[in-house]
């Protein structure tokens, strides 16, 4: 394994029946890289990064996640990964300092690392005051911030996030980037799925799916230079409904 990429990924399929979900994808990720995972509904996404996080098996292909086979080793995948999607998050009738204390736990730390990262998460989101309030007091977009804190409470080499700020507003959007740059700036690889173009980018790189397979895979600002438009949001017609 090149001791750079984090994620390898090669002629990954995936079939349900005879429908083909993700059809050959071939690509790496770079430690402490934003990876963006974008592409129309239905184009393969979820699926993919399901299997990279190793929650479902490859009909064939290769995929090796943290230096592991997702299909010889899912345990030890899990092991290297945060997971965070709008779907599954956090439990509504614990407080805020329960539901870091249960991620802390279910992701194996001890007790004092988990008494030390809930108070670091805490007062990095500045709700330390607020700690003993119940998760469904909280908006929406202060849960997906807890959310993402919570998947990175074991400090995983890669976190996986699953279009995180659908339906968030745009100033709690903007503050979330700012938790996964500082995230990224510790070496934590960022691979985040998005519906937001101006998301798009700020990440270092991005992949456009279409129809199960990757029709590109660059800088953002390289892609806008290659098919000669100004925005993401230009880009993503351009190549997503072709
Ligand atoms: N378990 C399954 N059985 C059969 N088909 C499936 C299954 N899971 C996904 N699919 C199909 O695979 C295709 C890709 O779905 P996937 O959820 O990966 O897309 P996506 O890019 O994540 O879309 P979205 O942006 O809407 O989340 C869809 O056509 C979907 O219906």
Redesign the pocket.
């Known amino acids: 394994m090149d001791v750079d990429k984090i994620i390898e990924v090669r002629n990954l399929v995936k079939k ?1 029946g005879a ?1 083909v ?1 993700n059809d050959h994808l071939t690509f790496d990720v770079e430690r402490g890289e934003i990876f963006g995972f974008l ?10 990064m399901k299997i990279l996080c190793g929650l479902s098996k490859p009909t064939s292909g290769q995929v090796l996640v943290a230096g592991y086979d997702v299909a010889l080793y899912p345990e030890k995948v899990k092991r290297s990964i945060g997971y965070m999607s709008q779907k599954f998050s956090l439990y509504e009738d614990l407080t805020v300092v329960e539901n870091l204390r249960l991620y802390g736990a279910i992701y194996g730390l001890g007790r004092r690392e988990i008494a030390e990262r809930t108070e670091q998460a805490l007062k990095r989101l500045d709700l330390y005051d607020a700690r003993h309030r119940l998760i469904k007091t909280f908006s929406l977009g202060w849960k997906q911030k807890l959310a993402f804190s919570s998947a990175i409470l074991h400090r995983p080499a890669i976190v996986f996030l699953d ?1 995180p700020t659908s339906g968030v507003d745009p100033v709690t959007r903007r503050q979330f980037w700012e938790m996964i740059y500082e995230t990224a700036a510790e070496g934590i690889t960022v691979f985040v ?1 998005t ?1 937001y173009m101006d998301e798009a980018e700020y990440c270092h790189r991005v992949t456009m ?1 279409v129809d199960g397979k990757i029709e590109d895979l660059d800088q953002p600002s390289a892609l806008k230079t290659a098919y000669g438009v100004k925005t993401m949001n230009d880009l993503f017609v351009k190549l997503a409904r072709k």
């Open positions: 349900f429908f979900a592409g129309a509904n239905g184009a393969g996404k979820t699926t993919a279009e799925t519906h799916m």
